[in-house]
T-cell receptor, first 111, second 111 residues
Framework: KQEVTQIPAALSVPEGENLVLNCSFT??????LQWFRQDPGKGLTSLLL?????REQTSGRLNASLDKSSGRSTLYIAASQPGDSATYLC??????????FGQGTRLTINP | DVKVTQSSRYLVKRTGEKVFLECVQD?????MFWYRQDPGLGLRLIYF???????EKGDIPEGYSVSREKKERFSLILESASTNQTSMYLC??????????FGPGTRLTVL
């Protein structure tokens, strides 16, 4: 059974720092991997999608990498801002697009 | 922009009531999904649909049913609501093999 783990569960950093969020998964036979952010009480916002054949994707200050063989992905956030404070979720896609989610990392950026 | 809308942001129902949660997407996506999100348990897939009138069970279908009569609309039905169905319900849609887009969520309380 696929399991997705995100470490740390919570992270607090000062504004302006570059930071890395980690995601690991137990079965490398994934279709793709997706990173989301979730603000308190809200739905999920898609940040980046990496297909299984890709190594990384970039969007603005965000860069996500994928190493399927080791079962790992990282989300790099450059020059963090208070508006980046949210919970970040990683999810891997199995057959028929069924997503398996990690528990998330709650990120706080301190001004 | 992709838009996924859910019929209610907050809903309060009584035990034993029949509850309908509706989700509409405007991007002609084939796939639609219903998840629930609970503290400590993360997001779990209830049901998904890959075409009109087609449905498949997710990880926790017990106590729920779904309906997809039109491509843009996917309904989640709680036949007889129970207190353990108090949760945040999230709908999502996607093209096959691509990223999932989520609605704002419905916070359901069953008294």
């Amino acid at each position: 059974k696929q399991e997705v783990t995100q470490i740390p569960a919570a992270l607090s950093v000062p504004e302006g720092e570059n930071l890395v969020l980690n995601c690991s998964f137990t079965d490398s036979a994934i279709y793709n991997l997706q990173w989301f952010r979730q603000d308190p009480g809200k739905g999920l916002t898609s940040l980046l999608l990496i297909q299984s054949s890709q190594r990384e994707q970039t969007s603005g200050r965000l860069n996500a990498s994928l190493d399927k063989s080791s079962g790992r992905s990282t989300l790099y956030i450059a020059a963090s801002q208070p508006g980046d404070s949210a919970t970040y979720l990683c999810a891997v896609s199995l057959e028929a697009q069924k997503l398996v989610f990690g528990q998330g990392t709650r990120l706080t950026i301190n001004p | 922009d992709v838009k996924v809308t859910q019929s209610s942001r907050y809903l309060v129902k009584r035990t034993g009531e029949k509850v309908f949660l509706e989700c509409v997407q405007d991007m002609d996506h084939e796939n639609m999904f219903w998840y629930r999100q609970d503290p400590g348990l993360g997001l779990r897939l209830i049901y998904f649909s890959y075409d009109v009138k087609m449905k498949e069970k997710g990880d926790i279908p017990e106590g729920y049913s779904v309906s997809r009569e039109k491509k843009e609309r996917f309904s989640l039905i709680l036949e007889s609501a129970s207190t353990n169905q108090t949760s945040m319900y999230l709908c999502a849609s996607s093209y096959y093999g691509n990223e999932q887009f989520f609605g704002p969520g419905t916070r359901l309380t069953v008294l």
